[in-house]
């Protein structure tokens, strides 16, 4: 198989973050909660953890690292601290579901820079002309349909200038771009474990600033007798026995991310999505949706000239390459780009992929193109 879904999730995964989820299994028992042996192994790990996500992301306080099942919960949790009924938000044109449906599901305003994709300027300029009615922001690094990464230092500029509250999706880009904690300013950065970092799925990590409200209430190992939840970080967040073989395993993701460094995989995914754009242009029988250099990440949408996008995916599969047709769980990134109607086919790449596996792919794309095996 040639696996060019890692937007969804890195199927392709260091060897390290198995073995760490099996060796938890049989090794820990439940963190915080008891001074016996095992339960000691365990919330060590877990600690050793935040430390590694505090490290990599410029926190100076590895408490404010929570553990989360996805991005979509810390998401979650990030826009209910922030947001209230009422409140205008202003936010990108290629928010993921994770972001518009809580948005919509608390009755906030949304505000929508809906300017083309990798028109840095006009993204800016939209944004900045939209900001003094928003009472917060919230925005993806890098769309997960098309790859283009936003401004997010000029975003936090704007935003510190006049005191507004920003959350950061970092969904795309959490293990593939630099993602500075404090530099950013930002109250929440939510992150997925299990797409960049390398952990399993069921993990996920939440950056905090502000005040955090719990989505989930519950015992924390910590202030027992009272009703309410802790009002200190990790424990305000963290309600019941966590996932500890997952949080094993992400700590072995990250620790090879930190090892291989996130500027090389940067430059080897850039390679890659390169590639693959130059020669897919090359066929002329797709519609390559792509940005330059310095504003596209790994993830590429393309819409075949003729036939549907699922039928594309589908073929693709038949050969043993599995990518990803449709709209992405953002309906909003294609309203904004104008690809709504057709959807896309989505081919993104890992740090795992090799140059031979692209020109593999667009071999195949050629054939099926070619051969009217699309209709
Ligand atoms: N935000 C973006 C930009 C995404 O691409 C995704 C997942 O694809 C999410 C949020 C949700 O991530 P998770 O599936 O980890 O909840």
Same mark, same amino acid.
């Given at each position: @198989? ?22 938890? /299994?049989?090794?820990?028992? =439940?963190? %915080?909660? !008891? ?32 553990? $989360? ?17 009422? /409140?205008?938000?202003?936010? &990108? ?16 305003? @949304?505000?929508? +820079? ?23 922001? *919230? ?39 630099? +993602? ?10 939510? @992150? ?10 069921? $993990? ?5 600033? !502000? ?7 519950? %015992? ?5 007798? =009272?009703?309410? @939840? ?15 073989? !997952? ?6 993701? /990250? ?17 890659? &999505? ?30 075949? *000239? ?13 050969? !043993? +390459?599995? +990518? ?23 081919? &993104?790449? &890992? ?17 099926? /193109? ?6």
């Amino acid at each position: @198989m040639i696996y060019l879904d890692s937007a969804a999730t890195s199927f392709l995964k260091p060897p390290e973050t198995a073995r760490a989820v099996t060796g938890a /299994m049989a090794r820990f028992a =439940s963190p %915080g909660r !008891g001074i016996y042996g095992p339960a000691m192994d365990a919330a060590e790990t877990v600690y050793r953890c935040r430390e590694t996500a505090a490290s990599l992301f410029h926190l100076p306080d590895p408490t404010r690292v929570v553990f $989360t099942m996805n991005a979509t919960h810390g998401l979650n949790v990030a826009i209910r601290s922030v947001v209230r009924s009422g /409140m205008r938000v202003l936010v &990108s044109g290629y928010e993921h579901n994770a972001v518009v449906r809580p948005l919509a599901a608390l009755g906030a305003e @949304m505000l929508i +820079v809906d300017t083309p994709p990798f028109d840095t300027q006009a993204f800016l300029c939209g944004f900045e002309k939209k900001l003094d009615k928003a009472d917060a922001v *919230v925005v993806t690094h890098v769309s997960n349909v098309f790859g283009f990464i936003l401004p997010v230092r000029e975003i936090s500029a704007l935003c510190g200038k006049r005191g507004i509250p920003w959350i950061l999706d970092a969904a795309q880009s959490a293990g593939s771009l630099p +993602v500075d904690f404090t530099a950013l300013g930002a109250e929440f950065i939510a @992150m997925p474990g299990h797409k960049g970092l390398l952990g399993p799925q069921g $993990t996920g990590l939440l950056l905090c600033r !502000g005040d955090a409200e719990p989505l989930l209430y519950g %015992g924390t190992g910590s202030m027992s007798d =009272s009703l309410s @939840m802790p009002e200190s970080l990790p424990d305000r967040l963290e309600a019941g026995t966590q996932n500890v073989c !997952g949080i094993a395993g992400l700590l072995a993701g /990250m620790e090879y991310v930190q090892r291989r460094g996130v500027d090389q995989i940067r430059a080897r995914e850039g390679r890659l &999505s390169r590639t693959l754009i130059r020669e897919l242009e090359q066929l002329g029988t797709l519609r390559v949706i792509s940005g330059p250099e310095q504003n596209q990440a790994g993830v590429l949408s393309v819409i075949p *000239v003729r036939g549907s996008c699922e039928e594309l995916a589908s073929r693709l599969w038949e050969q !043993g +390459v599995a +990518v990803r047709s449709g709209l992405h769980c953002a309906p909003l990134a294609h309203e904004t780009a104008g690809t709504k109607k057709t959807g896309t086919v989505r081919l &993104s790449v &890992s740090p795992f992929n090799t140059e031979a596996e692209i020109y593999e792919t667009v071999r195949i794309i050629k054939k099926i /193109m070619q051969n009217n095996y699309i209709l």
